[in-house]
């Protein structure tokens, strides 16, 4: 009971953690891009600039899930996939969309990216474009925290 409670507690705390992070990566976000405006780098910076942040905030987030206590003993696994897994990736729900629409207002409202169309208002192909590169990276992430906690056992 004691090692549930361990697991649940480590839990929040991760899910505390991905919470906390989004302002960061908004402001990450935001250099960066000031940063391609500064250098003439505006071609791609969409998509560029979104994979950039999202591979750092799943960096950070397994190097933190791994200094957390985990007993993955305890969690049932399901064709390879732990439940303890699926209760750590549940802080992502809705995560990239939240971002992604942070990003698109960013661009939208940017009078640096008005001369260049594709950039300044991404339309649906382009953004579905960047999330299926988004998709690889999370698919990466996933996997890893699931090996990270069969590990734990």
Request: with cysteine.
């Amino acid at each position: 009971m004691m090692n549930e409670q361990i697991n649940a507690d480590s839990i929040a705390q991760f899910h505390d953690f991905i919470a906390g992070q989004k302002p960061q990566l908004q402001n990450l976000y935001g250099q960066l891009l000031a940063q391609d405006l500064s250098r003439q780098q505006w071609d791609g910076c969409f998509q560029r600039n979104v994979l950039v942040v999202l591979e750092r905030a799943y960096d950070d987030a397994l190097a933190y899930l791994k200094s957390l206590t985990l007993d993955g003993a305890l969690s049932g696994v399901n064709r390879g996939l732990s439940d303890l897994t699926k209760a750590l990736l549940t802080a992502f729900d809705g995560f990239v969309d939240e971002f992604l629409l942070f990003v698109v207002d960013k661009h939208r409202t940017s009078c640096a990216l008005s001369n260049f169309p594709d950039e300044h208002k991404p339309d649906q192909a382009y953004v579905n474009e960047v999330r299926r590169s988004i998709a690889g990276l999370w698919q990466d992430f996933a996997l890893d925290v699931n090996a990270y906690v069969l590990e734990c056992r």
